[in-house]
T-cell receptor, first 113, second 114 residues
Framework: GDSVTQMEGPVTLSEEAFLTINCTYT??????LFWYVQYPGEGLQLLLK?????DKGSNKGFEATYRKETTSFHLEKGSVQVSDSAVYFC????????????FGKGTKLTVNP | ETGVTQTPRHLVMGMTNKKSLKCEQH?????MYWYKQSAKKPLELMFV???????ENNSVPSRFSPECPNSSHLFLHLHTLQPEDSALYLC?????????????FGPGTRLTVT
């Protein structure tokens, strides 16, 4: 079945550090890939997405590239801010498979000033 | 304006109680979802409604009973829960069910079963 694996947290960085959160997936169909962010006390918000191989999603300085050959969708940001502290979820929607959003376990990021 | 609201935000209930969670969306969407978020586990999709019809039930125990009286409101009725049901319950909505439609999430109800 479909599944998403993302790196275990928590991740703690200093402000302006480089961020990478790894995400890999397995899918039976042709998935679209997503990163969601959950700030403290709030629901999930869509951060970025990519719908086909080699697409790059980007938003708020975050980027992720859909790599079909490595079944990966790693999240990166060149310079994190304290306000980026949140839980980040990688997810897929498999149009030809489960046809529902499948999430990873989430990675908690804390950015210190 | 908050697109998806959930009440209550926190709920503590005993195993013999009956309670309900409420979700309301102000986005004009036609699909609504219930998810369960437990510590150190992926979000679990529980139920999906599309145009008020239940289209998915992911093997959820019958002690959880959803209700969707109209496209704007979704309820989750709870009875005789177990301590392992303690979790954050998230509601979401989208224009319709399917890949092209972004899901918008509410802030969740933190449920504790004692």
């Amino acid at each position: 079945g479909d599944s998403v694996t993302q790196m275990e947290g928590p991740v703690t960085l200093s402000e302006e550090a480089f961020l990478t959160i790894n995400c890999t997936y397995t899918a039976t169909g042709y998935p679209s890939l997503f990163w969601y962010v959950q700030y403290p006390g709030e629901g999930l918000q869509l951060l970025l997405k990519a719908t086909k191989a080699d697409d790059k999603g980007s938003n708020k300085g975050f980027e992720a590239t859909y790599r079909k050959e490595t079944t990966s969708f790693h999240l990166e940001k060149g310079s994190v801010q304290v306000s980026d502290s949140a839980v980040y979820f990688c997810a897929l929607f498999d149009q030809g498979g489960s046809e529902k959003l499948v999430f990873g376990k989430g990675t908690k990021l804390t950015v210190n000033p | 304006e908050t697109g998806v609201t959930q009440t209550p935000r926190h709920l503590v209930m005993g195993m013999t109680n009956k309670k309900s969670l409420k979700c309301e969306q102000h986005l004009g969407h036609n699909a609504m979802y219930w998810y369960k978020q437990s510590a150190k586990k992926p979000l679990e999709l529980m139920f999906v409604y599309n145009f008020k019809e239940q289209t998915e039930n992911n093997s959820v125990p019958s002690r959880f009973s959803p209700e969707c009286p109209n496209s704007s409101h979704l309820f989750l009725h709870l009875h005789t829960l177990q301590p392992e049901d303690s979790a954050l319950y998230l509601c979401a909505s989208s224009q319709e069910k399917g890949i092209g439609y972004e899901q918008y999430f509410g802030p969740g109800t933190r449920l504790t079963v004692t």
